[in-house]
């Protein structure tokens, strides 16, 4: 009798641990099935889990608007897997990289005081997304491109600089050749 009593009792703890499994399964389940269909319709989701804070990035960048994209981006990089995060690093770089891209292209070298600090984070973003993951053949491409747009644009830049300063600047006589001359004490 003592050994029914306690079966019974363990079976009853069972089939309530069943239960409480069966309703976080079908919660799951339907919380699943509604993000799918945002996912379908391509629109925002309500969650704040990371992946789904890194969907509404990715909408909002495809939509144009960068800052709330970015803020999302950092959002879903503090509660993300190490996935979320370098893909939210890598994502936030070329954010970075494509605004400055389009400064560029649209305004020339009078965007230098925006496009300056646009290179800087893309860079900074891209040294994060490889810190994660150091195989990762994209990020250090598109790394490699910043590295490569940032002097060009800083070197346009000062030789522009430099033309209006030279043409205020008197000869002094010096030769512009580096190091020592050779025949003086």
């Not at 030789?159 to 004490?185: C, H, L, N, Y």
């Amino acid at each position: 009798m003592a050994q029914r009593l306690k079966l019974f009792q363990l079976m009853v703890l069972l089939f309530c641990l069943s239960l409480a499994a069966s309703i976080w399964l079908i919660v799951s389940l339907y919380r699943a099935g509604i993000y799918n269909a945002n996912i379908e319709a391509q629109s925002l989701h309500e969650s704040s889990a990371a992946d789904a804070l890194f969907a509404n990035a990715v909408y909002q960048a495809r939509h144009g608007d960068m800052q709330q994209s970015l803020a999302l981006y950092a959002e879903a990089l503090s509660r993300g897997s190490h996935t979320i995060r370098k893909s939210s690093y890598f994502n936030s770089g070329n954010l970075y990289l494509a605004r400055a891209n389009h400064l560029l292209e649209e305004q020339g070298l009078d965007a230098f005081d925006q496009v300056g600090p646009l290179l800087a984070m893309a860079k900074e973003s891209y040294r994060e997304a490889m810190r994660l993951d150091p195989a990762w053949s994209e990020a250090k491409y598109n790394y490699e491109l910043a590295l490569r747009l940032s002097p060009l644009f800083e070197l346009k830049h000062s030789k522009s600089e430099q033309d209006e300063s030279d043409e205020a600047e008197t000869v002094d006589g010096w030769s512009s050749i580096p190091g020592f001359p050779r025949g003086m004490p």
